[in-house]
């Protein structure tokens, strides 16, 4: 891999959950394997009164929770290149004392240093970070480069997007902005574009006169956890669709990039975002399901539902739960359905994509007319891999077919370590590849689709909120969604755990 030039991270928001979970372990990880700079340095800033060594010994925790096994001589040598300054956010003069603490740092990184601000804090100060930054010139580098890594949500709906875009702008070229989705720096996400570009096979097929429907899945088998604020102000839509679920509809369903250049292809992921067909307030009550989980028992142990969340008000209608139905209008899909659906305390934690092929004209086997039809089912996580299910001949008398599967899994490749999204993101914000960020288009486009979701949740107060007891697959209605009069059902790749224990297949 290529050696980044040196540089100075600095973190804003170093003393919250992200940082923590995954941006120190992530940017561990990048120097244990050596695919770090020369000569780096990582400043955390938060408005904690810590001291440097008390930051040092809290990353140190959080590296070993997320890597038992790393040597501690290694962490010992990472740890001495965290620094950590505490400062106020709003307040504008700080930033000059933050511009000397770079400074003073910029010496470990050599001359003609180069800075990655990471914007690891609540969104609510996305603005005024950037827009103090370039108040204190921070917004460049002498001799080198300056980009900013935004996490998301960038923006809390259209208006605002466009809004801090403006921003942004005002302050930073948009090559120096790199909009993260952490789904995009997943290895089996990418795994997409090479699944579809890569081959020979699949493109002919994919397209409205093979595919059924396509299905999109991401559920996870915990709550909230402590983001009760966090997530009365998101809900699913805004939390998952908007971005994770989005990124995943847009490679699937985009058209060939005339090349590998981060242009070419995030032109057609925009082409995708913009066919997709914005729902009329009459269909949001039938094409959108609205779920929140409500308590339940699973294996004898009592489980909270949403409203008693710490953070979460009594009489919540905010969404742990969403499923949509609609379509890309443009001549690929032009017909076929995309069914999206996200969800906090379901069954397990898995996300996957399933391509569902059209079945064949006429049944020649009488015996099998119920065979489900034939799907590629592109998993995520966890049990990364592909599977296509397909009928074959059971043997003996007769021709009943039976419903098989050809699968890989990542894990059959030997010796091939899997990186963590974030530490690839960090790795190509480092050498300059925006590939895998968004475009300040793209970010105002997805806003776009959800717009006539929010309006209507927050309009119309008919629009039914459904509960779902935790530890199941949400809504009953969801079925409805999908079947069509067609007997069609979501893949239930574990049974409702909230019945009788669990039962995974991929
Ligand atoms: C985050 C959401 O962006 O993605 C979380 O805010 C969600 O609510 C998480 O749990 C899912 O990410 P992953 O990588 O665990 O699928």
């Given amino acids: 891999m290529k050696k980044p030039d040196n540089c100075v991270i600095i973190i804003f928001g170093a003393s919250g959950d992200l940082t923590k979970r995954k941006l120190i372990p992530a940017i561990f990880e990048l120097f244990k394997r050596n695919n770090l700079p020369e000569k780096f340095a990582v400043l955390g800033t938060a408005s904690s009164a810590l001291s440097e060594q008390e930051f040092r010994e809290s990353m140190k925790a959080a590296i070993l929770i997320n890597d038992s096994i790393a040597d501690i001589n290694k962490i010992n040598e990472f740890t001495e290149k965290l620094n950590y300054f505490p400062m106020d956010f709003k307040e504008p003069e700080a930033y000059s004392l933050l511009s000397s603490k770079i400074k003073s740092l910029s010496g470990t990184c050599g001359e003609n240093c180069n800075y990655i601000f990471y914007l690891a804090t609540i969104p609510s100060l996305f603005a005024e970070i950037s827009v103090n930054l370039g108040k204190s010139g921070l917004n460049k580098s002498k001799n080198g480069y300056c ?10 709906d259209l208006k605002s997007a466009i809004e801090l875009n403006n921003i942004m ?133 009592n489980i909270k539902g949403y409203r008693e969340e710490k953070g979460v008000a009594a009489d919540s209608r905010t969404e742990t739960y969403t499923a949509i139905k609609f379509f890309i ?35 020649l086997f009488k015996e099998s007319q119920n065979m489900s039809d034939n799907q590629l089912i592109l998993r995520i996580q966890p049990d990364e891999g592909i599977l296509l299910k397909f009928g074959m001949k059971e043997p003996g008398a007769g021709f009943k077919i039976h419903n098989v599967n050809m699968d890989f899994h990542y894990s059959d490749i030997s010796n091939v370590y899997i990186p963590e999204a974030y530490e690839r993101l960090i790795y190509d914000c480092m050498i300059g590849d925006t590939t895998l960020f968004l475009r300040a288009d793209a970010v105002e486009e997805a806003w776009k689709f959800v717009e006539p979701i929010q309006k209507a949740w927050t309009d119309d107060h008919n629009v039914k909120i459904y509960g779902y007891p935790a530890g199941t697959w949400g809504p009953d209605v969801a079925d409805d969604l999908i079947s069509g009069g067609e007997h069609i059902t979501w893949r239930y790749p574990c049974k409702n755990l909230a019945d009788d224990g669990v039962y995974c297949e991929l």
């Fill in 147 to 156: 980009r900013i890594i935004v996490e998301k949500p960038f923006g809390y």
């Fill in 169 to 301: 702008h005002n302050v930073f070229e948009e090559n120096q902005i790199y909009r993260i989705d952490h789904y995009l720096g997943k290895e089996t996400v990418q795994n997409i574009l090479a699944t579809r570009f890569a081959n020979g096979i699949f493109e002919p097929i994919w397209n409205r006169n093979y595919v059924h429907h396509v299905e999109v899945t991401s559920a996870e088998n915990f709550g909230i956890e402590n983001r009760g604020g966090y997530y009365e102000t998101s809900g699913a839509l805004r939390d998952m669709v908007q971005s994770h679920l989005l990124r995943l509809v847009t490679l699937i369903a985009m058209e060939p990039p005339s090349s590998f250049e981060p242009d070419a292809i995030r032109n057609e992921l925009q082409k995708v975002l913009q066919s997709l067909r914005r729902l009329h307030p009459d269909e949001i009550g039938t094409n959108v399901i609205r779920g929140q989980y409500i308590a339940s028992t699973i294996g004898g142990k």
């Fill in 329 to 363: 209008d443009n001549w690929r899909w032009g017909g076929v359905p995309f069914y999206i659906r996200t969800g906090k305390q379901l069954p397990t934690r898995v996300t996957e994509a399933v391509i569902h092929f059209r079945k064949t004209p006429h049944y």
